[in-house]
């Protein structure tokens, strides 16, 4: 069983925005990050950094991608 869940977020493996995402929130592990995006009310709602967005759902779907990469 892989448990990406306790893989650390960091840019080697994610995009530059999620990492910059994850830091302003706080949050340094996979799992974490992904329980809190999956309380979000919808796949639309706005996860700030600096000046700048990210939709929940295009988070979401780089923690899939992950998963589905991680060995």
Do not use: D, P
């Amino acid at each position: 069983m892989n448990n990406y869940k306790r893989a650390l977020i960091n840019k080697e493996r994610f995009s530059v925005s999620f990492c910059q995402v994850a830091e302003n929130y706080g949050y340094k592990t996979v799992g974490s990050f992904e329980k809190a995006l999956r309380r979000a009310r919808s796949h639309g709602v706005k996860w700030y950094y600096g000046t700048s967005h990210i939709r929940c759902g295009r988070l979401l779907k780089e923690i899939e991608r992950f998963q589905a990469s991680y060995s």
